[in-house]
């Protein structure tokens, strides 16, 4: 069972910064996937980025990329994301989540509030 803890969430204007960290623990593997995923009021749940805890591979939603950066210390078994440039349309519930390779996504966090005003 892996547990996953996000924190780093905030308020923070246009154009602006924040980083979150996703702490996991328990059995983790070293050719799982750490994903990043935002649900803002009303819509879908969206992919924003994943990384693969191994190989260090990234991928990131067309909406982020040049943006966002996705990045993992596996000593500390954490994956982080450094958000600049935030735009109000980032403002979502962010989600950390983890899945085997190949695997979906069946491990995730209780979410942290991302706000970006204008």
């Known amino acids: 069972q892996v547990q996953l803890q996000e924190s780093g969430g905030g308020l923070v204007q246009a154009g602006g910064s924040l980083r979150l960290s996703c702490a996991a623990s328990?059995?983790?593997?070293?050719?799982?996937?750490m994903g990043w995923f935002r649900q803002a009021p009303g819509k879908e749940r969206e992919f924003v980025s994943s990384?693969?805890?191994?190989?260090?591979?990234?991928t990131y939603a067309d909406s982020v990329k040049g943006r966002f950066t996705i990045s993992r210390d596996n000593a500390k078994n954490t994956v982080y994301l450094q958000m600049n440039s935030l735009k109000p349309e980032d403002t979502a519930v962010y989600y950390c989540?983890?899945?085997?390779?190949?695997?979906?996504?069946?491990?995730w966090g209780q979410g942290t509030q991302v706000t970006v005003t204008s």
């Open positions: 990384i693969n805890w191994g190989s260090g591979s990234t």
């Open positions: 989540a983890f899945r085997r390779n190949p695997g979906t996504y069946d491990h």
């Open positions: 328990g059995r983790t593997f070293s050719n799982a996937v």
